[in-house]
């Protein structure tokens, strides 16, 4: 049988809160906002759709670290962008401080796709959509991973 090496804890889905996020709002910061409002560090993305002006977001690359990889340099899209969806983790670190992890697949004004890690900088154009759930039973921790040099998901049992 094969060893894995898995990181898992149990929890369940207490409740729902679906929001809207206006224009000129930067997408990650409204997100964490909406977490810190609803009282939410423990939880996922289930659903976001939306339209955006410009999007900043990074892909994995290869780096010079214990690692060898981590996200490359901000990426930036222009003009109008569709938001096809988005899928993260509410999470928090030892602090208590709400850390979302993000991902989006877009569409640009051509059809073109584009994807990855959402930062800072993102804008709603007319609405972004959002429906997060929230989880209890269980930790939905990130702590920083001194051998690969990033911060990692790391559930646990309460």
Known sequence: MADFDIRMAEGRISRVV???LTPGTDVLLGLTEACRRAHINNGVILSAIGSLDGVCYC????LPTKAGYGYGEVLHLTGPIELLSASGIICHDDEGNTNLHVHVSLSDRHGGGHGGHLVEGTKVLLTVDVVIA???????????????EVPLFAPRQE
């Open 59 to 62: 892909n994995p690359v290869e």
């Open 134 to 148: 929230e989880i209890e039973g269980m930790v939905m921790g990130r702590k920083f991973d001194d051998e690969l």
């Open 18 to 20: 679906p929001l809207r």
